[in-house]
C-alpha cells in the first residue's frame, strides 16, 4: 500500500491544501477532487492541450502533472483566467472576460466547447509572448491545442488579435452578440461552464473500468476474476456470461431478410472478434481501483485464425466471424435502373476502375461517456450520455434492460463534439445502465482516447469498383457500381450497413447519369465496428463520382469543369427523380457552377497552372459539384429513424419562452439558432427565449441530431409550434381587446382563464411533429433504392494544390466553395460548419487513416499517432452564398456534413490534375506523403 | 487505462539527496523530470516503478552557461528555456532549429532536456542534434560524476549508459566559432515525431571541411550518428558535390524500419534529402563564421 501525498498550493488565488495518492494527476484533482470541471481531459496522453491550465504563469499540460508537483505553485485554470486580466484592464470592458476569452467569442472560435478552455487558456499565453515576440507564429504557438470541430479559422483569428493588440493598450471592444436567453451557448463555454457527462457528479459514484481484448480473433477458455473481486473498494467484477443473463440483447434491426441475424450483448461472450472488444468490466470506489483491478484479471485465450479486410474476408477460404453464417458477408443486396446493361454496353466509351475510402474515424474531442442511476423504489433508469439521439437510445435501453420507456430518461448534456460517432447505441452504454441497475446507485463510464481510436466506432471503409459508360462529348450514360464495405465486427447497431445503403443512393450525385445501378457486399471483419462519420457514405460515392468525371474528362482531354457542365442535373424539372428514386429538389446547378468558376478565377487558375508547370512546380486543381441529400430518412432499411422531428413551444406567465426540441446540439449552435426562429415567429426579443435539448423527460420523442438535419427538422417543427403559439396569442389579444402587450397576454392565458370567452383554449404551449413528407417518388416504393433524402443542398467547390515532389507533401493553396443550403438562420454558423468539415475532410486525405499490423492490432492509440489536423494544417475556405430556399418550413437545407463530402473528393481531384502529367492518379482517398512520395518516385522516373 | 499503477513519490533536494534516493529504493525506482515521457507510459502501465523521485526541485541543474570552452546545459534545462537561449543562437544554431520542431510550445514549458536524452526514444530530436555536435554526457553516480562520450551514451533504443543509480546532469559541447550548423526535420504534423530528422555541423579551415557532424533520429543510425558521410565530407571542399554525396551515404549509413509512418525507401530518400539541405545551410553557415 503507498502512502497519501499532500500539497498545498494556490488555486485560482485560493490557497488549498489536497491530500490524495501520488498517481493522482493535476487534472483530476482539479475536476474531481477541488470541483472545477472547467479543465477537460480529451486524451489524457498530453496530445491534445484540451486540459492545459497555468503554473506559475505557465501554460502546461495538467494530465501529465501530478497532483503532489503542485506543492507550493500557483495554478489558474479557465474559472480563474478572467480574474488574471484585471490588474491591467477593467474587465468590464470584455464583459468580465480574459481578453483571451473574448477574443475567441468574438471570432467564433468555439463551437461544442470541449477544447475551448484549453484554447482560452493557451491563448492568454499568446498575449503575454507576444509583447517580447509580437511576430510570434500563432498557428505554430497553438499547434498542440486541438480543436476537432471549428477548422481553427475562429481561432487563429481570435490569435492574430491578441498577438496584435497585446502591449498596445488593449482591444478594441465590438458589442458581444445577442446569443439568446441562456447567457450565450458560446459564452458558456468560454468560461469553462459548458457540462459535458463526465462532469456530472452524483453521490457515491461508482466508477466502471473495461478490458478490452488485446487478441483479434479468439475463443475466451477461461476468465479468472478472484484476484481483481478481492482489490478493496472493487464493487463487482462482471464477464460477459454475467452480463448476458442481465440484458437483453442487442441486435442490428436492419429489417427483411437480407441481412444475416446477429444478436449481441454488452461484453463478449465466449469469444472475441477484435482487438479492443470488451470482455470484462470492473466496479469500484474510484476509477483508479477500477483499472487495478483490470490488471489483475487473468484470460486464457485460444486463439483462431482471423482476416482484416473485407476482399480476403469474401474469399471461400477466408476464416469466419460467424461460422453459423457460413460466410463474412453479412448483406447483400443489388439494384439498378431497368436498361442499365444495355445502357453500358452501347455506350461508345467505357471507364472501367476501382477506388477506395480508407479507414478512418471521427476522433471527437470528448470521448463516450454514460452515466446511470437507478431508483429502486421507482423503478426509474436515468442514464446521462454523450449521445447525439437520446429519444432512441432510450427505446433501445429500455429494450435491452427490459423496462417501459416511461421507466427510462436519457439526457444527453453538453456534447463534445459528435460526428455521427455519437450516433451510435453502443454496448457500453447498455453496460453502464445494467450495472447501475445491478448496483442499484449511479455508475460511470469515461471512454478513454485509446478506446475512443481503437474500440468504439471507424468510418468509411469502402471499396468501388466502377463500370462507366460514356460518349464523346463527356456525357456519362450508364455507372455500375460493386461496392464493398469492411464492417469490421458488425456488432453495431446499423453498423456500416447504413453508410453502404447511403452510398449506393447517391452515386449519380448532382449528375444527370440516367441509368445506375449497385451491389453492395457488407462484410465482416476482426477489426473495430465501422459506422457512422460525418457525411455517412455520401464522402465515399461522391470520391466515386467526381474521379469519375475526371478520369472522362483526362480521357477525352476535356477540361474537367466542362465534363461536369455536361453532365450536371438540368435546371430543371424540380424536383429532379434521379435513378434511385431521389426527389432532388436543389437551386439550379449550372449558374452555380459558373459563379464558382468566376470566383475561384478559374480561367486565370489554369493560366497559373501552366505557369507553375514550366517552372517544374506540381500544382493542381480540383473541382467538386455536390447534391447533398440532408435531413434524410431511411425507409425502413435502417431501424428507427424517422423523418420527421418535433418541438414544444410555450409561452410562460411572464412572457419569457420555453422551446423543447428534439434534435440534440454537438456544437452548431442550436440554442441560439432555434431562439432567433422561435423569437422572430413570436415577435419578442431573442433574449427572452431559452432552448432545451436532450432531455427525453420533456418531450414524447424526438429523432437526434445527424445527418445535416436539424435546421431543417427541428427549425421546422420549432417554427410550427411558435406559429401556432403565435396564432393562439394572437386569437387572445383580439378577445382581450385594447390591443394588450406580449406580456399581458401571457399573463392572462395563465392566470386569468375566466376572463377569456368560454370555449377558448388558453393554453400557450404548443407541440408539434412536424416532417416536410415528401420523400417518395411519386408512385415510387419505398424499398427500391432507401434513401431518398428530404432535401437537398448544394456545394461547388474547388480547390488548388500544390504537391512537393521530394516529401511528397500535399499544400493547399486555395480552397473556394459556393454553397446554396438554402434560408439561413445565420451565415457565420454556416460558414463554421463549412469550415469544420473542410477541416475534417483536409484531415481524412492528408493525415489520418486507420491503420491495423498483421495481427490486427491497432497502430495508432492516441493523437501522437492518429493525427487529426492542427491550427497550422487548416487554411481558411472562402465561402461564397447563394440561396435557393426549399420547401420545407423555413425553406432550410442541411449543411454539417458538406465539408467532409465535398473536401476528399476535391483533393484527390486536384492532386491528380498536379500529378497526371507524370502519369500517376491516385484511386484512393489516400493523399499522405507515405502514399504519395513512393508514386511520385516511380512517376518522376519516367 | 488512464491511471498509472500506485507509486511513493519522494522529492529530491539536491543531487546527492537524489542520488541516495535511487540507491535507497533500489532498480524499480524511477527519476522524474518534465514527466512528458514517462507518465504516458505509466497511465497506459507500460511502466510501473514502484517509488518516483521527483527532480524537478533541482533548479541547480537548469542552466546554460559556457565553461571551459564548452557549452553546458544542465539536465533539468527545459525544452523551451534552450530555445530562448541567446547563448545557443549564437554558438549552435542547429539546437534552436531542433528545439523548435520538439512537441508543442506548451509541452516544452515543462519536458526537460535531461528527461529527453534519458528516454532516449529512438525518434528524440536531440540526441540527433548533439551527436552531430560532438556532446559529451556528465554522470553523476555515488563514486562521483564521469563524462561519457557520445558514443558511449545512447546504447539503443530507450537505453543509455545512466545506470540505476546514477543520473545525468549535464550535456557539454565543445565551442568550435567557426561551426557551422543545421537541423532538418520531416514530420506528419507540427511536434510529431520524426519521420526522419538530420543533423548537420561543419567547419571549414582554408576552403576544406575540417570537422563534420552528421546526427540523423527516426531511422536507428547507431548513436544517432552517420559516420561514413562525416568521413566522405572531412578533407574535401563543401562543394555541392561533396555535400550531395555525403547526403547520399547517410541514407544508406541507418536502418530505418517500414512502419505507419512510411516505408523504407522513403525514409532513406528522406534522409538523404533532409542531411543534404542541412548540410547546404550548415555550411553556408560556416562560410560565414569564417
Known sequence: MTKDVRARFTLNGDSVTWTGEARRSLVDAIRDDLGLKGTHLGCEQGECGACTVLVDSVPVRACLMLAVQADGQDVVTIEGLASLAEGDESPQDNNGLHPAQAALLRHRGIQCGFCTPGMAMALAGVAELSCAAPEQDVAGFLSGQLCRCTGYAGILSAGAELAETAGLGGIEQEAMPDAGGDGGESERFVRG??????????????????????????????????AAEALAGVHCVLDGRVLAGMVAPFSHMIPGEAAKPLQWWPLAVDAVRFVGEPVVVAVAISREIAEDALDAVKIEYEDLPAVFDAKSALRADAPLLFPEWSTNEMLHMSWSTPSLDRALKESPRRLRR????HRITAAPLEGHGTLADFDRLEGRLTVWASAQQPHQLRSVLAEVCGLAETAVRVVAPDIGGGFGNKQHFTREQALVAALAIHLGGPVRWIEDRKESLTSSIHARAQAHDVDVGYDLEGRVLAIRARIVVDLGNPMLYFSGVGPALVAGGSLTGGYAIPQAGVELSCVATNTCPVGAYRGFGQPEA???????????????????????????????????????????????????????????????????????????????????????????????????????????????????VSVVVGTKCQGQSHRSSFAKLAAEALGVQRSRVRVTEGDTDQLPYGMGTWGSRSTVMGGGAVLRAAREVAATMAKL?????????????????????????????????STVTYTPGQ?????????????????????????????????????????????????????????????????????????????????????????????????????????????????????????????????PAAMVGAVNDALAPFGIWVDSTRLHPRHLRPLLRKGLQR | MQVPASFD????????????????????????????????????????????????????????????NRLCIGAMTRHADLLASPLVAEHYPMLV??????????????GSVGGSLCQADPSEDLSAAFAALGASFVVAGEAGRREVQGEDFHLGPYTTAVEADEMLVEVRIPLRPSMGSAYEKLERRAGDWAVAAAAAAIRLEDGVIAEAGIGLSAVNAAHFRSPQAERRLVGNPADQATLAEAASLAGADCNPSADQRGPVDYKRHLVSELTLRALVRAAASANRRI
Not at chain 1, 476501382?354 to 475510402?357: A, L, Q, R, T, V
Not at chain 1, 466515386?544 to 474528362?553: P, S, Y
Request: aromatic share 6%.
Open chain 1, 193 to 226: 461552464r459548458g457540462r459535458y457527462v463526465s462532469d456530472i457528479v452524483l453521490g457515491a459514484m461508482a466508477h466502471a473500468a473495461i478490458l478490452r481484448s488485446s487478441h483479434a480473433h479468439a475463443r475466451i477458455r477461461r476468465i479468472d476474476l478472484s
Open chain 1, 354 to 357: 476501382s477506388f477506395e475510402s
Open chain 1, 733 to 765: 389579444a383580439a378577445e382581450m381587446g385594447g390591443n394588450p402587450s406580449f406580456d399581458q397576454v401571457a399573463a392572462e392565458a395563465w392566470w386569468h382563464t375566466n376572463r377569456l370567452a368560454r370555449g377558448t383554449d388558453p393554453g400557450l404551449t
Open chain 2, 9 to 68: 513519490y519522494e522529492r529530491a533536494a539536491s543531487v546527492d539527496h537524489a542520488l541516495s534516493l535511487l540507491r535507497r529504493h533500489g532498480p524499480e525506482a524511477r527519476l522524474i523530470a518534465g514527466g512528458h515521457s514517462l507518465i504516458p507510459m505509466m497511465k497506459l502501465r507500460l511502466a510501473q516503478p514502484e517509488v518516483l523521485i521527483d527532480i524537478n526541485d533541482l533548479s541547480d541543474l537548469s542552466y546554460i552557461r559556457i565553461a571551459d
Open chain 2, 97 to 110: 532549429e531542433a528545439e523548435e520542431v520538439i512537441a508543442d510550445p506548451i509541452v516544452r514549458n515543462r
Open chain 1, 542 to 656: 461522391h470520391h466515386v463520382t467526381e474521379q469519375v468525371m475526371n478520369l472522362v474528362a483526362d480521357e477525352l482531354g476535356m477540361d474537367p469543369a466542362d465534363v461536369r457542365r455536361r453532365n450536371l442535373l438540368p435546371d430543371r424539372p424540380r424536383p429532379w427523380i434521379a435513378p434511385s428514386g431521389a426527389l432532388i429538389d436543389t437551386g439550379a446547378l449550372h449558374g452555380q457552377l459558373e459563379l464558382l468558376l468566376e470566383e475561384a478565377g478559374y480561367v486565370r487558375l489554369r493560366k497559373c497552372q501552366e505557369e507553375a508547370r514550366k517552372a517544374g512546380r506540381l500544382v493542381g486543381i480540383g473541382l467538386s459539384s455536390l447534391v447533398e441529400g440532408t435531413a434524410p430518412t431511411q425507409h425502413d432499411v435502417a431501424g428507427r429513424f424517422g423523418s420527421w422531428e418535433s418541438a414544444k413551444v410555450s409561452v410562460l406567465p411572464d412572457g419569457s
Open chain 1, 775 to 903: 420523400t417518395l417518388p411519386p408512385g415510387g416504393s419505398s424499398e427500391k433504392w432507401s434513401n431518398h433524402d428530404e432535401t437537398y443542398a448544394s456545394h461547388m467547390t474547388a480547390v488548388v494544390v500544390e504537391v512537393h515532389p521530394t516529401t511528397g507533401k500535399v499544400d493547399v493553396l486555395e480552397a473556394v466553395v459556393v454553397s446554396d443550403c438554402g434560408q439561413m438562420i445565420d451565415p457565420e454558423v454556416v460558414k463554421g460548419q463549412l469550415q469544420g468539415g473542410f477541416a475534417q475532410g483536409l484531415g481524412a486525405v492528408l493525415l489520418e487513416e486507420v491503420l491495423y499490423d498483421s495481427q490486427g492490432r491497432p497502430a495508432w492509440e492516441g493523437f501522437s499517432g492518429y493525427s487529426i489536423p492542427q491550427a497550422g494544417d487548416v487554411p481558411q475556405i472562402r465561402v461564397v452564398f447563394r440561396s435557393t430556399p426549399s420547401e420545407t418550413e423555413g425553406g432550410f437545407r442541411g449543411v454539417g456534413e458538406a465539408g467532409t463530402i465535398f473536401t
